[in-house]
Each structure stands twice: as structure tokens, then as C-alpha cells.
């Protein structure tokens, strides 16, 4: 399992099955926004239902095909962040993430993603391309790749279909090449994402 500390404030923590109550908790107080965006929240109807879901998440990260991890803001959950399924052949991820209603705007997410996840795909993984892919409506969420210079590659027309209506992606992308570049000067991280 890892654990990872972004700032004095926010972590990012694998999710394990005594977190079922809490994710349950967290999906149901979010349903209404959640399900703006995600297709699977109405499928969550009670803690038990996220046994299965942790489950997963758990034999994705010991098959080393990705992670899904909560993210912490002064000990509470307040989102969700991740690498969905990794292709090692072409050395390429892309992230997920999502975030409670009432706790966004504060760059919790902007900083997990650049302080966390790029640092460990480049460096650790070795991989070579991050993806991000976001609802095209979505403009809080197209925010993040933007202000951390991914480049937006185009828009799958209607290329998911949410509920009653099709819904437009946008595919960003950065390079580990871009990314080494862009930060020569920087500090690497000391402390990437440990197992405990």
C-alpha cells in the first residue's frame, strides 16, 4: 500500500477495505455532483457495494496496472485520484480524478496531479506519455492539464454517453520529454510515492 504526503494539508492514501464506510460516505454526500460526470455513482448504494470496488483497486495496484487512491485534505476524504490501466509496451497512463463539490477551487487537485502523479509516472514508472481525458462541459476539470501545460490533442465528438445525452472529450497529453524539460530548474520530489 502507499501513502503520499503533497503538502502539510493534503495526502493521497490507497484505498483499503476498512475505507468503505468512508468512500460510501463520501460518494453518497457528492451523488448529485458525482453523477454529472461518472456513470457507476448510482451503482453504489451502500458501503457493501464498495467492497468489490476496493477489491479492484487493490489487484490493480498489486498487478502493477495503475492505482486509484483517496485524496485527504487535513484528514478527511475529499476526492479520488488514480492511474487508469498502464500500457507497458507503448510506456503510457493516463490520470483520473475527481473531487467533492465543496472543496473545489482550492488547487487541491492541481497540486496533487503536479506535486504527486507526474513526478512518480516519469520518474519511478518510467513511462513515457500521460494522459488526461475530460468532459468537454467539464471546464473545471479541463482546468487542471491546462494549467499544468499538458497539450490538448482534440475532442472525441460525443464520445461518451452520460445517462440521457452524448458528451464530447477532450484528450490532453504530456510527454516525459516536455515534462524534463520544462523542469530542469525544479527540484525533483524526495519523497515519491512509498510503499508502507
Known amino acids: 500500500m502507499f501513502s503520499y504526503k503533497v503538502d502539510k494539508d493534503i495526502s493521497i492514501e490507497m484505498f483499503q477495505q476498512h475505507h468503505k464506510e468512508e468512500f460510501y460516505s463520501f460518494i453518497d454526500e457528492n451523488r448529485s455532483h458525482l ?3 461518472l456513470l457507476w455513482v448510482d451503482k453504489r448504494k451502500s458501503p457493501d457495494d464498495m467492497k468489490p470496488v476496493i477489491e479492484a483497486f ?3 495496484y498489486a498487478e502493477n496496472n495503475g492505482f486509484d487512491a483517496g485524496i485527504r485534505c487535513k484528514g478527511k476524504l475529499v476526492g479520488m485520484i488514480g492511474l487508469h490501466a498502464i500500457d507497458w509496451k ?3 497512463t493516463s490520470i483520473g480524478y475527481l473531487l467533492g463539490e465543496k472543496i473545489q477551487g482550492k488547487g487541491i487537485i492541481t497540486k496533487t496531479v503536479s506535486a ?3 513526478s512518480y509516472i516519469f520518474t519511478e514508472l518510467e513511462l513515457n506519455r500521460i494522459e488526461i481525458q475530460c468532459a468537454a ?4 476539470s479541463i482546468a487542471i492539464p491546462e494549467r ?3 497539450t490538448k490533442e482534440g475532442i472525441q465528438r460525443e464520445g461518451q454517453w452520460l445517462y440521457d445525452h452524448y458528451e464530447d472529450i477532450i484528450t490532453y497529453s504530456m510527454l516525459r520529454r516536455e515534462w524534463t524539460c ?3 530548474n525544479d527540484e ?3 519523497n515519491l510515492l512509498q510503499d508502507k
Do not use: V
Not at 137 to 140: A, E, R
Open 35 to 37: 453523477r454529472q460526470w
Open 58 to 60: 487493490i489487484q490493480k
Open 90 to 92: 507503448n510506456r503510457t
Open 116 to 118: 504527486a502523479l507526474i
Open 137 to 140: 462541459s467539464n471546464y473545471k
Open 148 to 150: 499544468l501545460g499538458f
Open 182 to 184: 520544462n523542469n530542469t
Open 188 to 190: 525533483k520530489n524526495e
